[in-house]
Nanobody, 123 residues
Framework: QVQLVESGGGLVQAGGSLKLSCAAS????????MGWFRQAPGKEREFVAA????????YYADSVKGRFTISRDNAKNTMYLQINSLKPEDTAVYYC????????????????WGQGTQVTVSS
């Protein structure tokens, strides 16, 4: 069992930056692939980024490549999402998720989810 808690969201102007964190409970954190998803108002939840257990591979949605960076610190049971050059279309609730290796880009690839943190980008 893994419990996930996101933090770091907020209101920021376009072009600004934020760093989201996802703190995980449990000693098995390092077993899991970790991912970030987001859901904008009126839209379905979408994949943002994922990282393998040892950080040797990262994956990004095309819409965030070059602006978002996913990372993790297994010693701290924490995953991060550095978001730069924010755009109004990045406004969404951001969720972290954990799962065993599988379909990293889809909801079905993850077994555990956090409650989400709101990111709002003003123009």
């Amino acid at each position: 069992q893994v419990q996930l808690v996101e933090s770091g969201g907020g209101l920021v102007q376009a072009g600004g930056s934020l760093k989201l964190s996802c703190a995980a409970s449990g000693r098995t954190f390092r077993r899991y692939v970790m991912g970030w998803f987001r859901q904008a108002p009126g839209k379905e939840r979408e994949f943002v980024a994922a990282i393998t257990w040892n950080s040797d591979s990262t994956y990004y949605a095309d819409s965030v490549k070059g602006r978002f960076t996913i990372s993790r610190d297994n010693a701290k049971n924490t995953m991060y999402l550095q978001i730069n050059s924010l755009k109004p279309e990045d406004t969404a609730v951001y969720y972290c998720a954990a799962g065993l290796p599988g379909d990293l880009g889809a909801d079905r690839g993850y077994d555990y989810w956090g409650q989400g943190t709101q990111v709002t980008v003003s123009s």
